[in-house]
Protein backbone atom coordinates (compact mmCIF):
# COMPACT_ATOMS: atom_id res chain seq x y z
CA UNK A 1 0.00 0.00 0.00
CA UNK A 2 1.01 3.49 -0.86
CA UNK A 3 0.47 6.61 0.60
CA UNK A 4 0.89 9.86 -1.00
CA UNK A 5 1.07 13.27 0.67
CA UNK A 6 0.84 16.18 -1.38
CA UNK A 7 2.32 19.59 -0.47
CA UNK A 8 3.09 23.26 -1.89
CA UNK A 9 -0.58 24.54 -2.64
CA UNK A 10 -1.32 28.01 -2.14
CA UNK A 11 -2.68 31.63 -2.71
CA UNK A 12 -0.77 32.94 -5.44
CA UNK A 13 -1.17 35.91 -8.63
CA UNK A 14 -1.49 35.57 -12.36
CA UNK A 15 1.97 35.03 -13.87
CA UNK A 16 3.57 33.67 -10.60
CA UNK A 17 4.98 30.60 -9.56
CA UNK A 18 4.38 27.32 -7.10
CA UNK A 19 6.25 23.96 -6.80
CA UNK A 20 4.29 20.71 -5.45
CA UNK A 21 5.24 18.25 -3.72
CA UNK A 22 4.08 14.59 -3.40
CA UNK A 23 6.20 12.12 -1.22
CA UNK A 24 5.67 8.67 -1.08
CA UNK A 25 5.33 6.08 1.60
CA UNK A 26 4.82 2.24 2.52
CA UNK A 27 6.29 1.38 -0.98
CA UNK A 28 8.50 1.19 -3.70
CA UNK A 29 8.59 4.09 -5.12
CA UNK A 30 10.72 3.43 -8.20
CA UNK A 31 8.34 0.98 -9.34
CA UNK A 32 5.77 3.34 -10.39
CA UNK A 33 4.94 6.13 -12.45
CA UNK A 34 3.60 8.90 -11.27
CA UNK A 35 1.29 11.83 -12.16
CA UNK A 36 -0.71 15.15 -11.07
CA UNK A 37 -4.06 15.88 -11.63
CA UNK A 38 -6.51 18.63 -11.02
CA UNK A 39 -10.08 19.49 -10.26
CA UNK A 40 -11.54 22.65 -10.61
CA UNK A 41 -14.90 23.25 -9.03
CA UNK A 42 -18.00 21.46 -10.51
CA UNK A 43 -15.15 19.96 -13.03
CA UNK A 44 -14.55 16.84 -13.40
CA UNK A 45 -10.68 15.89 -12.35
CA UNK A 46 -8.47 15.93 -15.33
CA UNK A 47 -5.03 14.71 -16.30
CA UNK A 48 -1.72 17.45 -15.66
CA UNK A 49 0.90 15.61 -15.90
CA UNK A 50 3.00 12.41 -16.42
CA UNK A 51 6.39 10.78 -15.18
CA UNK A 52 7.76 7.54 -15.86
CA UNK A 53 9.56 5.13 -12.90
CA UNK A 54 13.08 6.40 -14.14
CA UNK A 55 11.81 9.91 -15.32
CA UNK A 56 12.94 9.45 -18.51
CA UNK A 57 9.56 10.12 -19.76
CA UNK A 58 7.45 13.19 -19.04
CA UNK A 59 3.82 13.81 -20.60
CA UNK A 60 2.04 17.28 -20.34
CA UNK A 61 -1.41 18.13 -21.31
CA UNK A 62 -1.78 20.86 -23.63
CA UNK A 63 -2.97 23.65 -21.50
CA UNK A 64 -0.32 23.65 -18.97
CA UNK A 65 2.56 22.81 -21.63
CA UNK A 66 5.73 25.21 -21.49
CA UNK A 67 4.72 26.28 -17.85
CA UNK A 68 4.43 23.33 -15.93
CA UNK A 69 7.15 20.91 -15.20
CA UNK A 70 7.47 17.67 -13.30
CA UNK A 71 10.01 16.10 -11.95
CA UNK A 72 11.12 13.41 -9.23
CA UNK A 73 13.52 12.45 -6.75
CA UNK A 74 13.43 8.23 -6.21
CA UNK A 75 16.14 8.89 -3.76
CA UNK A 76 13.61 11.13 -1.68
CA UNK A 77 10.09 9.46 -2.98
CA UNK A 78 9.16 12.80 -3.94
CA UNK A 79 7.48 13.67 -7.01
CA UNK A 80 7.28 17.76 -8.13
CA UNK A 81 5.78 19.59 -10.22
CA UNK A 82 6.82 23.04 -10.82
CA UNK A 83 4.72 25.45 -11.82
CA UNK A 84 5.09 28.74 -13.90
CA UNK A 85 3.08 31.88 -15.33
CA UNK A 86 0.22 30.46 -13.52
CA UNK A 87 -3.46 31.47 -14.88
CA UNK A 88 -6.55 32.10 -13.07
CA UNK A 89 -7.95 29.02 -14.64
CA UNK A 90 -5.19 27.14 -12.92
CA UNK A 91 -6.98 27.33 -9.83
CA UNK A 92 -7.85 23.36 -8.83
CA UNK A 93 -7.01 21.11 -5.83
CA UNK A 94 -4.34 19.42 -7.24
CA UNK A 95 -4.04 15.63 -7.25
CA UNK A 96 -0.66 13.15 -6.59
CA UNK A 97 -1.08 9.79 -8.80
CA UNK A 98 0.75 6.61 -8.91
CA UNK A 99 0.28 3.82 -11.29
CA UNK A 100 2.48 1.19 -12.93
CA UNK A 101 3.17 2.88 -15.96
CA UNK A 102 2.56 6.37 -17.71
CA UNK A 103 0.03 5.20 -19.95
CA UNK A 104 -2.43 4.20 -17.31
CA UNK A 105 -1.97 7.19 -15.57
CA UNK A 106 -2.89 9.14 -18.68
CA UNK A 107 -6.06 7.02 -18.76
CA UNK A 108 -6.99 7.66 -15.19
CA UNK A 109 -6.09 4.24 -14.40
CA UNK A 110 -4.60 5.12 -10.72
CA UNK A 111 -3.61 2.88 -8.07
CA UNK A 112 -2.81 5.81 -5.45
CA UNK A 113 -4.49 9.25 -5.02
CA UNK A 114 -2.57 11.84 -3.04
CA UNK A 115 -5.20 13.62 -0.73
CA UNK A 116 -5.27 17.25 -2.84
CA UNK A 117 -3.83 20.24 -2.04
CA UNK A 118 -5.50 23.80 -3.38
CA UNK A 119 -4.06 26.07 -5.71
CA UNK A 120 -5.53 29.10 -6.04
CA UNK A 121 -4.42 31.80 -8.92
CA UNK A 122 -5.64 35.57 -8.45
CA UNK A 123 -5.99 37.75 -11.58
Known amino acids: QVQLVDSGGGLVQAGGSLRLSCAASGGTFSFYAMGWFRQAPGKEREFVAAISWSGGSTYNTDSVKDRFTISRENAKNTVYLQMNSLKPEDTAVYYC????????????????WGQGTQITVSS
Open 97 to 112: AAAPSTSRIRSRDVAY
